[in-house]
T-cell receptor, first 111, second 113 residues
């Protein structure tokens, strides 16, 4: 069935280093969303990408949607301790019936 | 606007019992989705309700059910609890059905002993 794979599962970085998480779908997506969940918290919506090849930036965060709309990435430049948490992607297919969440990438930032 | 609220926040039940969890969406939001989150399985979709109708359902047994009221508030029920049902149950509301951004509540932490 439809799956959204996300890698890596864990990432430990030194503060100031960059971080990237990748999301891949077996089928074409109509859109993709990214969420962040802080430890002990709940997922918080970050952004939605809709167009093929779309790139959006939020301060140090850069989100990309692949040309084929089957993959996406989130890149954080110069991580800070406040970036700690689990980042989830969620993809929706064109015959939308639900969001398929990736398994998440847990980011730990060492000061 | 107030965010999504879920009650209760924590719950301890024993095997075989049933439980009802409640979710109040953001005012004006008409779609409510429920997710189960466990360390091993991540975020698993349970079901989505829109205008009091279940629109989508995930791959969970019939012990898991839900409903939505005319004011968009939603409840989910789990009958005959099993140890494996221990999880964080998250409710998310969105403006309408379709691929809109979802706003999650704080969740209900259910422990089954």
């Amino acid at each position: 069935g439809q799956q959204v794979m996300q890698i890596p599962q864990y990432q430990h970085v030194q503060e100031g280093e960059d971080f990237t998480t990748y999301c891949n779908s077996s089928t074409t997506l109509s859109n993709i969303q990214w969420y962040k969940q802080r430890p002990g918290g709940h997922p918080v919506f970050l952004i939605q990408l809709v167009k093929s090849g779309e790139v959006k930036k939020q301060k140090r965060l850069t989100f990309q949607f692949g040309e084929a709309k089957k993959n996406s990435s989130l890149h954080i430049t110069a991580t800070q301790t406040t970036d700690v948490g689990t980042y989830f992607c969620a993809g929706a297919t064109y015959n939308f019936n639900k969001f398929y969440f990736g398994s998440g990438t847990k980011l730990n930032v060492k000061p | 606007k107030a965010g999504v609220t879920q009650t209760p926040r924590y719950l301890i039940k024993t095997r075989g019992q049933q439980v009802t969890l409640s979710c109040s969406p953001i005012s004006g939001h008409r779609s409510v989705s429920w997710y189960q989150q466990t360390p091993g399985q991540g975020l698993q979709f349970l079901f989505e309700y829109f205008s009091e109708t279940q629109r989508n359902k995930g791959n969970f047994p019939g012990r898991f059910s839900g409903r939505q009221f005319s004011n968009s508030r939603s409840e989910m029920n789990v009958s005959t609890l099993e140890l494996g049902d221990s999880a964080l149950y998250l409710c998310a509301s969105s403006l309408s059905d379709g691929p809109y951004e979802q706003y999650f509540g704080p969740g209900t932490r259910l422990t089954v002993t």
